[in-house]
């Protein structure tokens, strides 16, 4: 007897729920269309140097159900921003205004700040090795409030620093990745003395780690990636004996392992996969609309974004030997690979290609109410919009001067938000009252030539590689002295990556 897909068998109940049967589909179909429309840039946050970010934005996340937008970055500040009735705008949308801002007393660049749901803590994290959680109510007022003094933690389980966080429905519990080469889950309502009496994490490997990915469809299954060709599923109902506290042995068991086929192989084989020693991920993001699939971020020069399925089902019509932008390096690792030898690779469903993806760490993401589309950022300062499932180019756009790193969608509305290295934040839409205007900020019909020479092969040394030590002897400086907690001055550094 057949058995329908996962995801099929949920759509087929979600259409069936009578409670969600009409307005969702409503507001899905509504949303779907706005999404279908040229997007333009609608406002800048923070160009107003009293108001906005001194440093490179390498965080932002929508919370409180798209009530307000969270930044941080190399300044080491979060700045909340909500939506202000008093702005005038030209367009459909809210106008955003900084309501608040927290001095975080970070060392080092915050790489990522989330909102604790059910609640009005944020938590942080940076290349100071640290988490730090901060409690500051709820921006109310129509004045900018700063917080110097709402730390309630300060969390130094992770050895180097820390890339990513990743909440949970709770108020208390979250996960964050480090470059210690750990994921490690978090529960404010427990106190331990850090370093030594650190729980257990959830991931131990040997190599480093920066991304790190939860569908809430499926909250026991993550995804994590980084120094290394392959992104690495793990499931928290695979428990391993409980192990001690301060134990480097992960708990969690690897449950999938994606990658792209080998370039230089012309026929790739998912039983026996070979990966260029420089290959890596930079980013992954599993679908929030749909559990069964993720997408996963190379960095290779031009290499593109890749699609997987979750369950294991490839595509035989993805083959990077034959379609690959740049041409393939002899370079082959012929080391053993580190996952579990009874997992074979998962290999692509789709690759998307245009964006280039080699000065700086980006992020991946879907965006749609359906997950329609497959966004990344590019070194040439746009961002760049596929559709998912035909991988046609929807749009190409103008998010920084220099380097696009982090693209986040509104829950609810056509309202994407963007950030790299400038000092703002800018937010995109369809412009839903004209229609037959131009988009400003599109660069879609200048699409051939953008993708031509996002292929080819660049001669400066990759921003990160260059500022590598510069980053190295100030975080040293910074941390200095790690084991107190007071603030101690750091000179500014250049953007290096995410």
């Known amino acids: 007897m057949h058995h329908p897909s996962s995801h099929l068998l949920f759509r087929s109940l979600q259409d069936q729920l009578p409670s969600i049967s009409h307005s969702e589909k409503v507001r899905t179909g509504i949303l779907s269309k706005a ?59 809210p106008a955003l205004s900084c309501r608040a801002v927290i001095n975080t007393g970070h060392r080092a660049n915050i790489f990522n700040a989330q909102m604790l749901p059910y609640s009005s803590r944020i938590a942080t994290v940076a290349g100071d090795r640290q988490v730090r959680v901060f409690d500051v109510g709820y921006a109310h007022g129509g004045s900018e409030t700063e917080y110097s003094n709402a730390r309630t933690h300060l969390l130094t389980c992770h050895e180097d620093r820390v890339k990513r966080i990743v909440t949970e ?41 920066t991304s790190l990915s939860m569908s809430s469809l499926t909250p026991y299954q993550f995804v994590v990636a980084g120094q290394s060709p392959y992104g690495y599923l793990f499931d928290r109902r695979n ?130 109410p359906r997950s329609e589309y497959v966004t990344i950022g590019s070194d040439d300062g746009n961002f760049f919009m596929w559709e998912k ?52 900020f599109s660069r879609t019909d200048n699409a051939v030539n953008i993708m031509e020479s996002n292929s080819q092969p660049g001669t400066r040394v990759p921003m990160f590689r260059r500022l590598d030590v510069i980053q190295l002897l100030l975080e040293a400086q910074a941390l200095q002295g790690h084991g107190g907690d007071e603030d101690s001055h750091v000179a500014e550094i250049p953007c290096t990556n995410q």
């Open 389 to 440: 499932d035909s991988g046609r180019l929807h749009g190409i756009y103008e998010g920084d001067s220099s380097i696009v790193n982090v693209i986040e969608g509104h829950p609810h509305l056509p309202l994407v938000a963007t950030s790299g290295i400038d000092t703002t934040v800018k937010l995109f839409a369809p412009q839903l009252d004209s229609e037959d205007m131009p988009s400003r």
């Open 239 to 368: 428990l391993r004996a409980k192990q001690q506290s301060g134990s480097s042995k992960s708990i969690t068991t690897c449950t999938r392992l994606f990658g792209r086929p080998d370039p230089s192989s012309e026929e790739p084989s998912s039983d026996s996969p070979r990966f260029r020693k420089r290959d890596h991920v930079t980013g992954v993001r599993m679908n929030s609309t749909s559990s069964d699939e993720l997408i996963i971020r190379v960095a290779y020069s031009a290499d593109g974004v890749y699609r997987f399925s979750t369950l294991g089902e490839t595509s035989e019509d993805v083959n990077a030997s034959s379609n690959s932008v740049l041409p393939s390096e002899p370079e082959i690792d012929d080391e053993p690979p580190p996952y579990p030898e009874s997992l074979s690779v998962v290999l692509p469903l789709h690759r998307y290609l245009g964006a280039r993806n080699v000065e700086t760490v980006k992020d991946v993401n879907f965006l749609g």
């Open 35 to 93: 999404y279908s429309r040229p997007l333009d840039r609608i406002q800048v946050l923070g160009n107003d140097e009293t108001l906005g970010h001194t440093g490179c934005v390498n965080a932002v996340s929508w919370a409180q159900d798209g009530e307000i937008l969270i930044s941080g970055g190399d300044d080491r500040t979060v700045r909340i921003w909500r939506g202000d009735p008093t702005l005038e705008t030209s367009s459909a949308y």
């Open 169 to 209: 429905e709770s108020p208390d519990v979250f996960l964050t990745v480090s470059e210690d080469g750990t994921v490690r889950q978090h529960d404010l309502r427990s106190s331990h003395t850090c370093r030594s009496q650190c729980p257990a994490p959830l991931v131990q490997m040997d190599h480093e780690l």
